[in-house]
C-alpha cells in the first residue's frame, strides 16, 4: 500500500473508535469501551508503522506525498480539499501520537475502571487523538485549522470530564477559550500568507514562499507571528500558558495525553511544518525564540515552589516546550523534534507514576501531604525515578541527548542566541532541583498515613471523597470521580504501559547521539531539505561538549535539591523566609493570572456591562423597540376603526369600491 | 331586440340584489339578494353570448350556476349551524369580527 493509503487509515481508526463507543455506551459493560478505544488507536500506531516502512521504501527525494479524497470548492482560487500531507515530519508526529496514546489508553483501561462515565471518557480520548492526528497529517492549511480547533473542543471535554467539579469545568473553559484565541490567531495568519501565495495547500505554499515574499516581508512577519499566537496558545508558552496548569483538573491520563503526545505538542509541529515561512521572516522566528526562553526559565522556577504533584509536572512541561519553541525557532528543527519524542516518554511516564500515587492518595495531589512512598509503591517509584532523571538531563537517559542537542544548537549560532543557551542551562539547573524536590518529597521521609497503609496491603480510601483543590464534599456518582482507586503496582494494564515507557524513556536516546548515530536528523532530511539553517549544525566535538555541562549541571541541580530536602530539610522554610518576595511572586505564579484578569477578563466585564445597561437597555429597548413599537400602534388604532364586524357594512364597502372602479373605467374609456 | 334591454334588466336584478345584501339583514334574504347578483350577471352573459354569436358567455353562465350552487350549500350549512346554536339570524349580532 502507498503511504497516503495508510495516512488514511491511521485517521479511520480513531474516528471509528469514537464513533463505535459513543453510539453504543449503554450497552458496552466492563472494560469493553476501554478495550475498543485502545483497540482502534493501536490500529492506527500499526498504520503509523506501515506509513514509515512504505515512505522508507521510497528514495530521499520522493518522500513528501500529498493524496486529496475531494475537492470542497474551488471557487474564486480557493483550493479547498480535503487532503493530507505525508512527509517524515507527519509519520514522525504520528507514530509518537499514536504509539503514545495507544500506552495512555493501555493505562486508563484501569485507571479509570471505577467511574461511571467510563465510555464517554474513552470516546473522548478516541477523539482527541483523531483530532491530534488530523492536526499532524493535514496537507493544507484548511484541514490543519479544523484539526487544530478540534484538538481544543477535545481538551476542553477531557478537561471538564468530571462535570459536576466546579474546578474542572472552569479549567476547561479557561482552556477553551484561550485556545480559540490560538485559532483565531492560526487563521488570521493564514489569511495573511493566501493573500500572497494563494493557495491553501502547504508544499504549493512553501514551494512560492521564495518567490513571493521578499526577506521579512511585512505581511509575513505579520502572518507568522500571528501562526505564532496560535503554536503559543497550545503550547501554553507566555502570556498565554495559563491553561496548562489548571488542565490538571482533568483525569491524570488526560494530563499525560495533553502532555506528552496530543495538543501541547502542536505549537512545535506547526513551527517546524511552517519552517519555510519562519526561515524567510527571521524576525517572527526571533519572538518565537525569545518567548520559548522566557517561558522555559519562568515555568522552571513557578515549579519549585508550586505543592501539587500534577502542576509541578505542568509547569515542567511548559518549560521543555519552551526547549523545543526556542528550537524550532532557531532553527534546531531535528533536535527539537527529537526532543519532542524523549520529552513524550518520559513525560507520559511520570504523569503516569503521579496518577498512581494520586490513587494511592485518595485522590489527594498535594506534596505537603504525600511522603515516604518509596516502599509501599516501589514499581511506581522507579519509573518515577526514570522519568525524573531523563527529565532532568542525567546521562545517559534520552532527556539528556535531546535538551543538550538544541542548546548546542544555540551556542553554535552564537551571537545574541548565546543568551538564550545560558538561559538553556539555567532551565536545566532549576529542572534538576524541581525534579528530585517532587521526587524527595513523595517517596522519601517519613511515610504518611496513606502509605504506612499501603504498607500492610490496604489501599487508602477517603472516608468523604473531596475535591482535592477546594476540600468540597462529593460523591462517586456520574461527573465525579469514581469510587475505587487503582494503582500500578497491582493493576497490570498500568503496570505494563509504564515499564515500556520506562524503556523508552531510557533508551530513546539512542536515535540519535551525536557523532554516533542521526536516525533521526536523516530522516527528516527530506522535509527539511529546503531550510538553509539545517545543514549548519556543530561539530560533534562541540556537541560533546554541551553534553558535558548539561550532565555536570544536572548532577549540580539534583545534587542542591538533595542538600535542600534529603540533609537538611528545614533548608526550603529557612529558603522562603529569607527570599520572602521572590517566593511570593513565584507562589503567585509571576501573577499571570492576576494580569490577564486585569487586562483582558475585567476590561471585557466591564464593556458587557456597559452594553448590558446602556446600549441593550437605553439604545436598542428604549430607543429602537420603543419607536417602533409605537408607530405600529398608533397606526394600527387609526386603521382599526374601519373593522366593524358588520357584514352589511362591508357588503355596502365592495358594492361602492367596484361600482366607483367601473365607473372610473367607464368614464376615461369614453373619454 | 336590442341588447340594450337585455342589459337594462339585467342591471335592474344586480340594484336589486346589491340593495337586498346592503340593507337586509336576515341571512337567508342576503343569500337570496346574492344568486339575484349571480343571476343578473349571468342574464348579461347570456345577452352578450347571443349579441356576437358565439358559446363562451352561455358556458361561463353555466359555470356560474354551479358556482352558485356551491356558494348556497355553504350559506345554508352556515346558517343551520348558526340556527342550531341558537343564536340569532340576524347579521348585525354576528359581528365579533369587529376590530
Excluded at chain 1, 160 to 179: D, E, H, L, P
Excluded at chain 1, 295 to 321: C, E, F, G, H, W
Excluded at chain 1, 360 to 377: H, P
Aim: with cysteine; hydrophobic share 50%; proline share 4%.
Amino acid at each position: 500500500m502507498s503511504p497516503t493509503t495508510f495516512g488514511w487509515l491511521i485517521l479511520l481508526f480513531p474516528l471509528l473508535g469514537t464513533a463505535l463507543i459513543g453510539l453504543s455506551s449503554r450497552r458496552l459493560g466492563g472494560r469493553a469501551a476501554g478495550w475498543i478505544g485502545t483497540g482502534a488507536i493501536a490500529l492506527s500506531f500499526a498504520c503509523a508503522i506501515g506509513a514509515l516502512i512504505a515512505l522508507l521504501g521510497r528514495s530521499e527525494a520522493h518522500r513528501e506525498l500529498g493524496s486529496t479524497l475531494w475537492n470542497y470548492d474551488s471557487t474564486v482560487g480557493v483550493d479547498a480539499s480535503l487532503s493530507i500531507l505525508l512527509d517524515p515530519l507527519s509519520v514522525f508526529m504520528a507514530l509518537i501520537v499514536s504509539g503514545v496514546s495507544m500506552l495512555i489508553h493501555v493505562y486508563s483501561v484501569a485507571y479509570m475502571d471505577s467511574d461511571r462515565g467510563y465510555s464517554r471518557y474513552f470516546a473522548y480520548l478516541n477523539f482527541f487523538v483523531f483530532s491530534m492526528l488530523l492536526l499532524v497529517l493535514a496537507g493544507n492549511f484548511l484541514l490543519l485549522i479544523v484539526g487544530w480547533a478540534f484538538v481544543g473542543a477535545a481538551s476542553y471535554m477531557l478537561i471538564s470530564f468530571w462535570y459536576r467539579r466546579k474546578t474542572a469545568t472552569r479549567a476547561g473553559m479557561k482552556a477553551f477559550v484561550i485556545n480559540v484565541l490560538g485559532d483565531v490567531g492560526l487563521v488570521f495568519g493564514t489569511f495573511f500568507i493566501f493573500r500572497h501565495t494563494g493557495t491553501l495547500d502547504l508544499l504549493g505554499t512553501f514551494r512560492d514562499v521564495p518567490h513571493v515574499f521578499t526577506h521579512n516581508q511585512g505581511d509575513l512577519v505579520a502572518g507568522c507571528l500571528l501562526l505564532l499566537v496560535g503554536a503559543f496558545a497550545k503550547s501554553a508558552q507566555v502570556p498565554l500558558h495559563t491553561w496548562l496548569p489548571d488542565a490538571m483538573e482533568g483525569p491524570t491520563p488526560v494530563s499525560a495525553l495533553i502532555h506528552a503526545a496530543t495538543m501541547v505538542t502542536a505549537g512545535v509541529y506547526l513551527i517546524a511544518r511552517m519552517h519555510p515561512l519562519f526561515e524567510q521572516a527571521p524576525a517572527a522566528a526571533d519572538v518565537g525564540a525569545i518567548v520559548g526562553g522566557a517561558t522555559l526559565l519562568i515555568a522552571a522556577t513557578i515549579a519549585i515552589v508550586v505543592t501539587d504533584l500534577k502542576r509541578v509536572i505542568a509547569y515542567s512541561t511548559m518549560s521543555q516546550i519552551g526547549y523545543m519553541i526556542m528550537g524550532v525557532s532557531v532553527g534546531a528543527y531535528s533536535a527539537a523534534l527529537f526532543h519532542l519524542m524523549t520529552h513524550s516518554f518520559f513525560k507520559a511516564l511520570l504523569f503516569m507514576a503521579a496518577g498512581s500515587i494520586i490513587s494511592a492518595m485518595g485522590g489527594e495531589q498535594s506534596l505537603d501531604r504525600m511522603g515516604g512512598f518509596r516502599r509501599a509503591l516501589p514499581f511506581t517509584f522507579i519509573c518515577f525515578i526514570i522519568g525524573g532523571l531523563a527529565l532532568s538531563g542525567m546521562p545517559p537517559f534520552s532527556g539528556w541527548l535531546s535538551k543538550d542537542d538544541i542548546i548546542a544548537f544555540l551556542d553554535h549560532r552564537g551571537g545574541a542566541f548565546e543568551v538564550l543557551g545560558i538561559i538553556g542551562y539555567l532551565g536545566a539547573l532549576l529542572t534538576g532541583i524541581y525534579t528530585f524536590r517532587m521526587i524527595f518529597r513523595a517517596f522519601f521521609g517519613k511515610p504518611c498515613e496513606q502509605a504506612r497503609e499501603l504498607e500492610q496491603g490496604h489501599p487508602f480510601h477517603a472516608e468523604v471523597p473531596r475535591n482535592p483543590q477546594t476540600g468540597e464534599e462529593e460523591d462517586t456518582d456520574v461527573g465525579f470521580p469514581g469510587p475505587d482507586h487503582h494503582i500500578a503496582e497491582r493493576d497490570w494494564p498500568m503496570k505494563v504501559p509504564m515499564a515500556a515507557l520506562a524503556v523508552l524513556a531510557v533508551v530513546g536516546g539512542v536515535l540519535q547521539i551525536p557523532g554516533v548515530d542521526d536516525s533521526i536528523a536523516r530522516f527528516l532530511a527530506p522535509t527539511f531539505a529546503d531550510s538553509h539553517l539545517v545543514r549548519d549544525v556543530p561539530s560533534t566535538s562541540a556537541d560533546w561538549l554541551g553534553l558535558a555541562v548539561g550532565a555536570a549541571i544536572a548532577i549540580t541541580g539534583i545534587a542542591i535539591a538533595y542538600r535542600i530536602w534529603i540533609v537538611k530539610p528545614g533548608t526550603s522554610t529557612k529558603l522562603r523566609e529569607r527570599f520572602a518576595p521572590v517566593y511570593t511572586v513565584l507562589v503567585n505564579k509571576w501573577y499571570f493570572d492576576e494580569l490577564i484578569d486585569f487586562l483582558v477578563v475585567r476590561p471585557a466585564q466591564w464593556s458587557g456591562r456597559f452594553a448590558d445597561s446602556v446600549l441593550e437597555r437605553v439604545v436598542i429597548a428604549g430607543g429602537v423597540t420603543g419607536s417602533v413599537t409605537g408607530i405600529v400602534r398608533a397606526g394600527s388604532a387609526a386603521v382599526r376603526r374601519a373593522q366593524t364586524g358588520f357584514v352589511r357594512y362591508y357588503a355596502a364597502l365592495v358594492v361602492v369600491g367596484i361600482s366607483g372602479v367601473a365607473l372610473y373605467f367607464l368614464i376615461s374609456s369614453s373619454g | 331586440m336590442a341588447i340594450g334591454w337585455y342589459l337594462v334588466v339585467s342591471a335592474l336584478i344586480f340594484c336589486i340584489g346589491a340593495a337586498g345584501v346592503t340593507t337586509r339583514p336576515n341571512p337567508l334574504v342576503i343569500l337570496l339578494c346574492l344568486e339575484l347578483m349571480l343571476n343578473a350577471a349571468n342574464l348579461a352573459l347570456v345577452a352578450f353570448s347571443r349579441m356576437w354569436g358565439g358559446e363562451d358567455g352561455q358556458v361561463f353562465a353555466l359555470i356560474v350556476m354551479v358556482v352558485a350552487a356551491c356558494e348556497v350549500t355553504v350559506g345554508l350549512g352556515l346558517i343551520v349551524a348558526i340556527y342550531r346554536r341558537r343564536m340569532a339570524l340576524n347579521v348585525d349580532e354576528l359581528n365579533e369580527l369587529h376590530g
